[in-house]
């Protein structure tokens, strides 16, 4: 009672405590934003992922400068299995358009077009008909494990919709990069119980380039479990083709020490390194903000023959000759230091790439 009493009447206390707390106000709202990251919403969606049982039918949606490719696929999850789909449909392919100067000339290739087309279109035909009798993983968007970085290198947001998707009620989680040149992620997801229902991927200038969504979707565990025994003949574990592996062991498998680069994107790091079935010489380092990575295969395999891209005349970098390929927002990067030979690709910037790509070959002379 001597203390309630005391912290009333003393007005220099009052003065004190009113000080504090307006401090500690300040430090809370000027605290990074990472504080605040809505984790919880990001666990209950990867948690939806491997724990509710589901099967239905989603289409999905690539947008690049080469044209758009849209098919359905079939999706089962017979928690708690791994889910699975299957290609039904191929609902627009890809075209290419080519520009010149004459008519006459223009006319050769757009019947040199036609006819590549035609032949890319069998062949294109031949593998979907064989695709479409198979069966593969579905992979997360995102996994438990990546939650902490992706809240690091990510603003979170999550608000209500008043969207219905395939007849359920949704909210949206929409992930917003810290840096520059990375993707934005809306993700649509049940009310109910967190199931993933609508995904968008928008390029940095806010493009869309990638969107999969549920046109039919059921939870009926009974559904599922009935249709899971009509599939499971057809579905097949797919064979595991790389393993985790320790650096040591990577060098052993190399028989020299692994190159890591010096230079990393902000908020990256090395989250896995594997190595290779049937390769017996080469090993896959895997670097990653939580959603976006990038690759680095080393390899003392000796190769006999190149590719096309490779017979192409290369850049030099740090005095290196670097191969360089794009396919859509893909970057791909190959060349030799010593007796390692180097595979980089990833859907990063150009720049960022480059800059990795110096730091393994600076790294590299300094060995």
Do not use: C
């Amino acid at each position: 009672m001597r203390i309630n009493k005391y912290s009333i009447f003393h007005k220099d206390f009052r003065v004190r405590l009113s000080l504090f707390g307006n401090a500690v106000l300040v430090l809370l709202l000027s605290a990074p934003h990472t504080l605040f990251a809505d984790t919880s919403t990001l666990e209950r969606i990867a948690e939806a992922e491997s724990e509710v049982s589901y099967i239905g039918v989603r289409l999905k949606t690539f947008i690049s400068p080469r044209g758009t490719r849209s098919f359905e696929e079939l999706i089962i999850h017979n928690a708690p299995e791994v889910p699975y789909a299957k290609e039904l449909s191929v609902v627009g392919e890809r075209k290419s358009f080519n520009s010149s100067g004459s008519d006459e000339r223009g006319d050769d290739n757009r019947r040199d077009n036609r006819r590549r087309d035609r032949d890319r279109n069998d062949r294109n035909g031949r593998e979907r008909s064989h695709e479409h009798s198979k069966w593969r993983q579905v992979k997360s968007l995102f996994s438990t494990e990546d939650i902490e970085l992706i809240a690091q290198n990510y603003n979170l947001e999550t608000s209500e919709s008043t969207e219905k998707i395939a007849n359920y009620d949704t909210d949206i989680l929409t992930i917003t990069p810290k840096f520059a040149g990375r993707a934005t992620y809306r993700i649509f997801f049940a009310r109910e119980n967190g199931v993933t229902l609508r995904t968008e991927a928008l390029d940095p200038e806010g493009v869309l380039r990638a969107m999969s969504v549920y046109t039919r979707l059921s939870f009926d565990l009974e559904a599922v479990e009935k249709k899971w025994k009509v599939f499971q003949e057809e579905i097949k574990p797919e064979p595991q083709r790389s393993y985790v592996i320790s650096l040591a062991d990577g060098a052993k498998i190399l028989k020299t020490k692994p190159i890591q680069p010096e230079y990393l994107p902000p908020g990256f790091q090395l989250q896995d390194v594997r190595s290779i079935k049937d390769r017996e010489h080469t090993i896959h380092l895997i670097y990653t903000d939580g959603l976006l990575g990038f690759s680095i295969f080393e390899t003392t395999e000796k190769h006999a023959g190149r590719s096309s891209r490779q017979r192409s005349k290369p850049d030099m970098i740090e005095g290196t000759p670097v191969h360089k390929h794009q396919r859509g927002p893909t970057h791909a990067f190959s060349w030799s230091s010593g007796d390692i030979r180097f595979f980089l690709f990833g859907a990063m910037p150009a720049s960022e790439m480059e800059k990795v790509v110096e730091s393994i070959i600076h790294k590299s002379k300094k060995k």
